[in-house]
């Protein structure tokens, strides 16, 4: 993880200014330590004989841009104070409070006068209200709002952006960072079928992706797929078992969809005229060229979301012109990101519940922020999905900005239409924003209110869901845009749907990042696998909950062991995550599952990761507990000329294991506000509210009943784009 360095100085002048009455202390510096989110935060705070006069960060192994923006935030307010009497930075509670208390315990050890008196200053500040006008309004500075900013702006608006918390990002700051889109450049041309390169939009010359094992199998269900219209009485007497399309494919399609899969059979066709010979031939079907096509991702997106609820009494899948405009426009996300120096892993498209290989992830951006021209680098999500569409923003017009740690909390109406957003920001300061042409909410979902999720529930069985489990969610995400929107008379559609994340960790329920074609999940009892990794995301959490195992109670914990090749970033892959992520040879197994209390029999998790990679080696599935889309092993093995495994140099002694403690946690609500293709909100009759637009996770009726991963990113910049091109056209 990441450690830090912080230094501040403050000057005399600033000591005691906000105090009631002067403090002592023993001057000198003092070390302190307590727990944030992360783990432990080491401070050095160093005393006059009268106030704090720097206060340093040690080490810390907080969340870059979510629970370290405490330090920058805090720091010089708690210098200027001489004191901890003020309020944690919103996004950042657990952090702020551990380092309050950190300085809080110094004070103690410098022997303060009075240790009650420095925990209630607090800066004293007169407060202005604002009241000002912008083009667009726009709440919520996450991937979609700033998406919708970078558009409104370069289409010349004027932009405000409200955020709540105290740095920007939201959801999409602790997502995975990968978006769905079949890439032209990497996939399967029937134009030049026999092409192994493609040029990419960069110019330069980049290998085409090949197939993963299952994917003919796939592609050869989808051909003889019943183009009857959905039968879903057949369901009112046979259990509807999520993921397996085969037994799917025999009950038809949605008519909304049926063009789609016509057109898409034909694709397929295509395809197989060319690969069926290559395969007869001998070659392996990994070695194949990958097979991608917008149709396919619409479809894919269709039937992964067609879901039934617990009760067997409701179905929910997406709406087939929303999916198909996400899916469409996505392909204009990578060039438009690469054009704000966004970089991407090219050579590979990664599968993480994407049921196909379509994910796109980047490394992060290259952006000249300081005007010198010379760009700086800013790392993963926050370079990508914050700095790039942030400075394309601010260059448009010194009046746009973003305001952090501000509150919307009503929306404006002048008659039926909205013109505004009312707000108030952390230290009390009203706000009142103008919007010329309209507002966009773009705030988010709900998976971080645990309640809201238990009681608004439709899919999952009751006894999955507790007050204890997890959510990857920033704490923010509580679904107020959504009731802000419903105030005015907004309406909802899919609420009830909750997506759960399988790859969480087991503690507090973060996301763990990664590819899942490259390594397994174990069940940490029977030592054994015990789904197929690629399968959905929904499907994926049903069968750890059937596995019936507990840690830290969270229900549904399982391993996740990923070997030396694992798609992971190169400072996480193969090292210790303090209570998250375990580096270790199988050699020392025995010592971790020990430690970790964990019942399993280290022999049988060897045995269980040998025979995985015999099948992986052979071409084949494993047996008992099948894979498809495997790319890699956990081992290791030299590969031929042809691209094959050497069976005979396989080893897996000395191999450095990823190895994670994971439990299925909250991660996506799939309802929202009710929106058109303009992503107009419209209200309960279903006519557009003047002024009102929404993009994001805080919109419904586009995933269905479960989102493929991938596409929240996808969905979350084409929505962001679009509704600030309609809110530019507003009138």
Same mark, same amino acid.
């Given at each position: ?203 330069? &010359? ?156 980047? &490394? ?106 997890? &959510? ?93 090749? &694992? ?165």
């Amino acid at each position: 993880m990441k450690r830090a360095f912080y230094a501040l100085l403050a000057t005399l002048l600033l000591c005691g200014c906000a105090q009631d009455k002067p403090l002592t202390f023993v001057a000198g510096s003092y070390e302190t330590t307590y727990n944030g989110h992360n783990g432990p935060i080491s401070i050095k705070t160093t005393f006059s004989d009268s106030c704090i006069m720097k206060i340093e960060v040690l080490s810390q192994e907080e969340t870059p841009h979510i629970g370290d923006c405490a330090f920058e935030q805090l720091i010089p307010q708690i210098i200027s104070a001489n004191g901890v009497g003020m309020d944690a930075i919103s996004g950042a509670t657990i952090t702020s409070h551990a380092l309050m208390n950190a300085v809080a315990q110094a004070a103690e050890d410098a022997q303060v006068s009075d240790i009650d008196q420095f925990r209630k200053n607090t800066l004293k500040q007169e407060q202005k209200d604002i009241d000002d006008t912008w083009d667009i309004v726009i709440v919520g500075a996450g991937g979609a709002g700033l998406a919708a900013a970078a558009e409104a702006a370069n289409e010349g608006n004027t932009v405000l952006v409200i955020e709540k918390n105290g740095e920007m990002g939201g959801n999409t700051l602790v997502s995975g960072g990968i978006f769905q889109s079949a890439i032209p450049y990497l996939v399967w041309n029937p134009a030049q079928p026999d092409a192994t390169t493609g040029q990419g939009y960069d110019g330069n &010359t980049y290998e085409k992706v090949k197939m993963g094992t299952g994917c003919i199998q796939d592609l050869e269900i989808i051909q003889n797929w019943s183009e009857e219209d959905f039968d879903s009485l057949y369901y009112t007497k046979h259990d509807f078992v999520p993921g397996d399309i085969k037994a799917l494919s025999q009950r038809g399609v949605h008519k909304e969809y049926l063009s789609t899969l016509q057109e898409l059979k034909k694709e397929i066709s295509a395809y197989m005229a060319w690969a069926k010979p290559k395969l007869k031939s001998g070659v392996p079907e990994t070695q194949l060229t990958l097979f991608s096509s917008n149709n396919l991702h619409i479809f894919q997106t269709y039937i992964g979301g067609l879901r039934q609820s617990s009760e067997n009494d409701k179905w929910c899948y997406g709406d087939a012109q929303l999916v198909r405009q996400m899916v469409e426009e996505g392909e204009a996300l990578k060039p438009w990101l690469l054009s704000m120096g966004v970089e991407f892993l090219e050579d590979q498209l990664m599968i993480t519940g994407e049921m196909w290989f379509r994910g796109n992830k980047m &490394t992060g951006a290259n952006i000249d922020t300081d005007g010198d021209g010379e760009p700086e680098h800013y790392e993963g999500n926050w370079g990508a999905y914050v700095m790039a569409p942030y400075t394309m923003m601010k260059r448009a017009n010194p009046k746009n900005q973003v305001m952090k740690s501000t509150t919307a909390y009503e929306l404006m109406m002048d008659g039926d239409r909205v013109v505004g957003v009312r707000a108030e920001k952390q230290d009390g300061t009203k706000v009142k924003a103008h919007a010329k042409k309209g507002v966009i909410i773009a705030s988010g979902g709900y998976a971080a209110n645990i309640s809201k999720v238990i009681n608004s529930n439709l899919y999952w069985k009751s006894e999955f869901l507790s007050q204890q489990m997890g &959510t990857t969610n920033r704490s923010s995400i509580r679904g107020d845009g959504i009731e802000m929107a419903q105030d005015v008379g907004a309406a909802v559609t899919g609420m009830g749907w909750t997506q759960l994340m399988p790859q969480a960790y087991a503690d507090y329920g973060n996301i763990a990042f990664g590819s899942i074609s490259d390594a397994i999940f174990v069940n940490p009892e029977t030592g054994k696998r015990f789904v197929d990794e690629a399968s959905e995301r929904d499907v994926l959490c049903i069968k750890a909950f059937k596995t019936g195992v507990t840690v830290d109670g969270k229900l549904g914990a399982f391993l996740y062991i990923g070997g030396e090749t &694992t798609t992971e970033p190169n400072d996480i892959r193969g090292v210790d995550i303090p209570g998250k992520q375990y580096a270790r040879t199988v050699e020392q197994l025995p010592e971790l599952l020990k430690s970790l209390k964990l019942s399993a029999d280290p022999a049988t998790i060897v045995k269980t990761i040998r025979s995985y990679d015999e099948a992986i080696m052979a071409g084949k599935e494993p047996e008992g507990v099948g894979k498809k889309f495997a790319t890699s092993l956990i081992g290791r093995a030299q590969k031929k000329a042809d691209g094959s495994y050497d069976p005979s140099t396989y080893s897996l002694d000395s191999v450095v294991l990823t190895i994670r403690v994971m439990a299925p946690a909250a991660h996506h609500t799939m309802g929202g506000l009710k929106v058109d293709t303009w992503r107009r909100v419209l209200d309960t009759s279903g006519k557009p509210i003047p002024g009102l637009f929404a993009a994001g996770e805080v919109t419904g009726g586009i995933h269905g009943g479960n989102r493929l991963g991938g596409n929240a990113l996808t969905e979350i910049m084409v929505s962001g784009r679009i509704a600030a091109r309609s809110a530019d056209k507003s009138k």
